[in-house]
């Protein structure tokens, strides 16, 4: 459930959690805790290593006006940010620019500790900077991708989704981090109804009441009237329908090459993909220094930068922070809004 506000600080408390150390993480989380309008926005509790923090502010160039305390400690009701110091990694042993497994072990016991406090009512929402994957497999071997993760960590059935969101658009997504050879077979009437269900719920929990979706097709020109394929006339198009007859605004299937130039001109609020790259690619064009990833479907906000750990760049003090910005400051907003439903009103009761 939602936490409860905090004394007479209207802020809502989020978690912030390092992610790879080897990367950019550690810079941009140093670089957030100095903006302004997210401190105005939000009170964070950063989670990770003093030392890793510290080293990431000497990068981006920044002082760290923070509260230091230890993971066992309450949370503390101060203006400031604190910092929870699990001490579990010296920077000194961290190789830049390269997935390992300790690297992948520091980012999950973050995350964890900032699930497990927004579990117990403790946070208002929780929110990372960039994970490597292969760093998170090598020290979670069962490690797919984030959903799954915190829907363990967090005891959930699901379902969940990852939402990709720049500026007001949103892009959902059918299937996600499975190989392209088997998205045609995993693309179901069940599974697009849900997906546009979970789309609408979480539009609504953002504050857009009424929310237009539009739902890509899966094949070339949405099939051509199945020349190219029939998943558009027997799976999406039906599944479409029926979420209409549930009320929800949902539209197409639109051939996919074409229905984010209408979405990024005001037709639609969000669009519903059939898999990874069809929308990512897309978003990541318009906006790749701006985009957040939300994960719907969970009892509290969880947001991230849409881009990765940008090995390429990491140390060099030139990461672009409009992302991780961006992501700190929806979880808050979606986090004032979620105050003032009632429990069991956010996306993942319905």
């Not at 500790?113 to 990372?128: K, M, N, P, W, Y």
Request: charged share 20%; aromatic share 6%; proline share 7%.
């Amino acid at each position: 459930m939602p936490a409860k506000p905090h004394l007479d600080d209207p802020r809502p408390l989020i978690a912030l959690a390092i992610g790879d150390p080897a990367g950019i993480s550690p810079e941009l989380t140093a670089h957030a805790l100095a903006l302004d309008d997210v401190r105005e926005a939000a009170r964070l509790v950063v989670i990770g290593d003093r030392r890793v923090l510290e080293a990431g502010a000497k990068v981006a160039k920044v002082d760290l006006d923070i509260e230091w305390s230890e993971p066992v400690a309450p949370l503390a009701a101060c203006a400031r940010p604190q910092f929870l110091d699990l001490g579990h990694l010296d920077p000194a042993t961290v190789e830049r620019a390269r997935a390992t497994r300790e690297g992948g072990e520091f980012a999950l016991a973050n995350y964890r500790t900032a699930l497990l406090l927004a579990r117990e009512g403790r946070v208002d929402a929780v929110s990372f900077t960039p994970f490597n994957k292969s760093a998170m497999r090598a020290a979670h071997a069962g490690y797919d991708d984030e959903i799954g993760y915190s829907l363990g960590v967090l005891g959930l059935p699901g379902p969940a989704s990852e939402f990709n969101i720049l500026e007001g658009l949103w892009n959902a997504r059918v299937t996600s981090h499975i190989p392209l050879a088997a998205v045609a077979s995993q693309v179901t009437g069940p599974r697009v109804v849900d997906a546009i269900r979970l789309t609408a719920a979480s539009l609504r929990d953002a504050g857009i009441a009424t929310p237009r979706i539009a739902v890509a097709a899966l094949n070339p020109h949405a099939g051509d009237g199945g020349n190219f394929g029939r998943e558009e006339i027997d799976v999406i198009a039906p599944a479409v329908a029926a979420a209409r007859a549930e009320g929800i605004a949902a539209d197409g299937p639109f051939p996919s090459d074409t229905v984010f130039v209408r979405a990024r001109n005001g037709a639609f609020d969000a669009v519903v993909t059939m898999y990874h790259d069809q929308g990512q690619i897309a978003m990541k064009l318009m906006g790749f220094d701006r985009g957040v990833t939300l994960m719907g479907g969970f009892p509290f906000p969880i947001t991230t930068p849409a881009h990765g750990t940008a090995y390429e760049i990491a140390g060099k003090g030139v990461a672009n922070i409009g992302a991780t910005r961006a992501a700190l400051l929806l979880a808050a907003a979606m986090s004032r809004r979620q105050r003032h439903v009632p429990a069991g009103g956010v996306a993942a009761a319905r």
